[in-house]
């Protein structure tokens, strides 16, 4: 997955995922939306074959991209949870 930093303030961040989708986009940024530091959390997708672009906006002093990692870890931390009940072949 790349990502391409657009804009990146103090609390404000505007990204671009490749190669991503409306499945992933709408649970990162429910996952975001769930600290209670963020502002804003959407995406847009401008065009039907483009990548999407996240923007995120905190309150205080909490950075963007921080909220961003965090979310994707607690995704990651769900999934992995989720693989260890599943039984393996």
Do not use: W
């Not at 505007?14 to 530091?37: A, C, S, W, Y």
């Not at 074959?49 to 965090?70: H, I, K, M, Q, W």
């Amino acid at each position: 997955m790349n990502i391409k930093i657009l804009e990146l303030e103090k609390n404000k961040a505007r990204l671009i995922i490749q190669g991503e989708g409306h499945t992933f986009m709408n649970v990162l940024t429910e996952e975001i939306l769930k600290d209670p530091d963020v502002d804003v959390a959407r995406y847009l997708v401008k065009f039907q074959f483009s990548d999407p672009e996240l923007l995120v906006t905190t309150r205080g002093n909490r950075d963007p991209l921080a909220v961003v990692r965090d979310a994707c870890g607690r995704l990651e931390g769900y999934c992995s949870e989720l693989l260890e009940q599943i039984p393996a072949d």
